[in-house]
């Protein structure tokens, strides 16, 4: 084996552990996001601690892969897919600590949801965990798979989020005005729904990464829909 040889095989294999600690990362937050939803539904705070406290791993794993990032692009100054490939690691790990973070936010508030006036059941907000929860576990799952098809769903399913967090934030204001005793309860699912907003947005940013890591195109803030489906610029303006 070469000089030449050598320096990619090595390039390989530490690009492979960056991949890895990627994997653990999404694992991590994946779970969060989940126990820190089924406090909040179940009204039960008994996993909020350990939850805070798995959130510091994710923290640790951010830097690793930034660290690994930078060392990659200084030693090896890759090109083309590869370049791609590590860009969006580092995008994805930036992501991933950010749901970390409102995953702690949700747990938090349940912790504090218990101390109030229960509400009636909501069904909004359980779909809208529901379907954040896949969206991030679609987003994920595009990414390991490398699938540009699973990541443009993820984005198309965003709006839904939206909707129900329009919908969820009628209500409980509706429930404040008729019970004032319910303000407290009102006021934590209120921020529970901008927290699991902001973690769909967040899947949507990873599959939107993912479709440029397969594709080679950026997909972000409708650039698509303006270039047309063969890359052209699109000319209905006027």
Same mark, same amino acid.
């Given at each position: ?37 089924? #406090? ?8 909020? #601690? ?23 692009? #200084?030693?090896?100054? !890759? ?12 995008? +994805?790990? /930036? ?8 995953? +702690? ?12 006036? !229960?509400? !009636?059941?909501?069904?909004?907000? #359980? ?18 798979? *490398? /699938? ?5 769903? +993820? ?19 509706? $429930?404040?005005?008729?019970? !004032? ?10 921020? +529970?729904?901008?927290?699991?907003? *902001? ?26 829909? $303006? ?12």
């Amino acid at each position: 084996m070469n000089a030449e040889q050598k320096t990619r095989r090595h390039f390989h294999d530490e690009l492979e552990t960056l991949q890895k600690r990627l994997v653990e990362m999404a694992g991590i937050v994946e779970s969060l996001v989940e126990r820190a939803t089924k #406090a909040v539904l179940t009204r039960n705070s008994a996993s909020v #601690a350990d939850i805070i406290a798995e959130d510091s791993r994710v923290d640790e794993l951010e830097v690793e892969v930034d660290e690994r990032v930078v060392e990659l692009l #200084a030693l090896f100054q !890759p090109m083309a897919s590869d370049l791609r490939q590590i860009i969006t690691s580092n995008k +994805v790990a /930036n992501d991933l600590e950010r749901v970390g973070d409102h995953a +702690v936010n949700i747990a938090k508030a349940a912790r504090r949801l218990v101390e109030t006036q !229960p509400l !009636p059941e909501l069904r909004e907000l #359980a779909e809208m965990a529901e379907i954040t929860r896949e969206m991030l576990a679609d987003a994920l799952a595009s990414y390991v798979t *490398r /699938n540009a098809g699973t990541a443009r769903m +993820v984005c198309i399913t965003d709006d839904k989020v939206d909707n129900l967090r329009g919908s969820l934030f009628r209500i409980l204001v509706t $429930h404040m005005l008729e019970e !004032p005793k319910r303000i407290g309860g009102a006021l934590e699912l209120l921020l +529970v729904s901008q927290n699991l907003e *902001r973690v769909a947005d967040l899947s949507t940013n990873i599959a939107e990464d993912v479709v440029f890591l397969v594709e080679g195109r950026t997909i972000k803030h409708g650039a698509e829909a $303006h270039r047309g489906s063969d890359g052209a610029e699109d000319d209905e303006a006027g």
